[in-house]
C-alpha cells in the first residue's frame, strides 16, 4: 500500500480526520483537502511525511481538478472520499436561491466533479475505489432542512450511478452517518469534550452516540481489497436510530 494515495475532502476535522487518520495507519499516504488552514496544517503534521494538506474550496471546479493532480503526484491515487458538506438551515419560504446552489455546490457537485476528474487516474490502479459520505437525513429529517436532505439523498442515487459507470475498473459505494459526535475530533484550540447525556445515548439501539472512527472504520474497508465484491451500496452507520419507532 505503500505508493498508493488517498484524498480526502473535509479531511482535517471531524469524520474527514478520522478517515484520513485510518488510511495513514493502513499504509497510504493522504492528500487531506480543507476550507480551514489551521486545520489541514495541523492534520497533515500529525501524520508526518505521509500527509499533505492542499487548501480550498470545493465548490471551485477548478479547485477539484488542481486537488486530483496534487493527488496523483503523492503517487498512485486509490481512493477518494467526497465528505465535504454543509447545512443551511433557514424555513423554506425564506431559503434562498443562492442558499439552496451554496449547499447543492458544496454537497453534490463537488463530489461529481471529483469523479469526473479522479476516474482516469483511479482506472490505472488496481482495486480503486470512491466513497461518498452522506447521512441519515437521507432517509429522514429534521424541519427547514430541505438543501442539505436534497443533497444527501443525491449522494446516494449518485454512488449507485457511479458504480454502473465507472465499474469494474473503480468501485463506487456511499456511506451515510447518524449522529457522530466530532467535537473531540476538531482542531486543538476548538477541541472540547462531549456534552452528552444517558438519553442521549440511550436512544441509540447500539446504546451510545456514534465517533468519528465508527464511520472511518467502514471507510477504510470499502476502499480495501476485502470489499472487492462491494460496489453501488448505501451503508447507514447510525447506531440503529433510523430502524427505532418513537411515539410521543
Not at 6 to 14: I, N
Request: contains cysteine; positive net charge; charged residues 25%.
Amino acid at each position: 500500500m505503500k505508493d498508493r494515495v488517498a484524498l480526502v475532502t473535509a479531511g482535517a476535522q471531524g469524520i474527514g480526520l478520522a478517515c484520513s487518520k485510518a488510511f495513514v495507519e493502513a499504509g497510504l499516504r493522504v492528500l487531506i483537502v480543507d476550507t480551514d488552514g489551521k486545520a489541514g496544517r495541523e492534520a497533515a503534521k500529525s501524520f508526518g511525511d505521509r500527509a499533505q494538506f492542499l487548501k480550498g474550496d470545493v465548490a471551485d471546479a477548478a479547485f477539484i481538478a488542481e486537488a486530483v493532480k496534487a493527488a496523483d503526484r503523492l503517487g498512485r491515487l486509490h481512493s477518494v472520499v467526497s465528505n465535504a458538506g454543509i447545512m443551511i438551515r433557514k424555513p423554506v419560504a425564506q431559503l434562498t436561491l443562492a442558499d439552496w446552489n451554496r449547499v447543492l455546490s458544496v454537497n453534490l457537485t463537488a463530489a461529481f466533479l471529483l469523479a469526473k476528474h479522479a476516474a482516469p487516474l483511479l482506472r490505472k490502479t488496481k482495486g480503486a475505489s470512491i466513497t461518498l459520505i452522506a447521512s441519515s437525513r437521507a432517509l429522514q429529517s429534521e424541519p427547514d432542512t430541505e438543501a442539505y436532505a436534497a443533497t444527501k439523498g443525491g449522494l446516494v442515487a449518485l454512488s449507485h450511478a457511479l458504480s454502473v459507470s465507472l465499474g469494474p475498473k473503480v468501485r463506487v459505494n456511499c456511506v451515510s452517518p447518524g449522529w457522530i459526535e466530532t467535537s473531540e475530533w476538531q482542531r486543538s484550540d476548538r477541541r472540547r469534550k462531549p456534552q452528552l447525556s444517558k438519553a442521549d445515548h440511550a436512544q441509540h439501539p447500539a446504546g451510545r452516540v456514534g465517533e468519528p472512527p465508527d464511520v472511518a472504520a467502514l471507510v477504510r474497508f470499502l476502499a480495501s481489497d476485502e470489499a472487492g465484491f462491494i460496489t453501488g451500496a448505501h451503508y447507514l452507520v447510525d447506531g440503529g436510530m433510523t430502524r427505532k419507532m418513537i411515539y410521543v
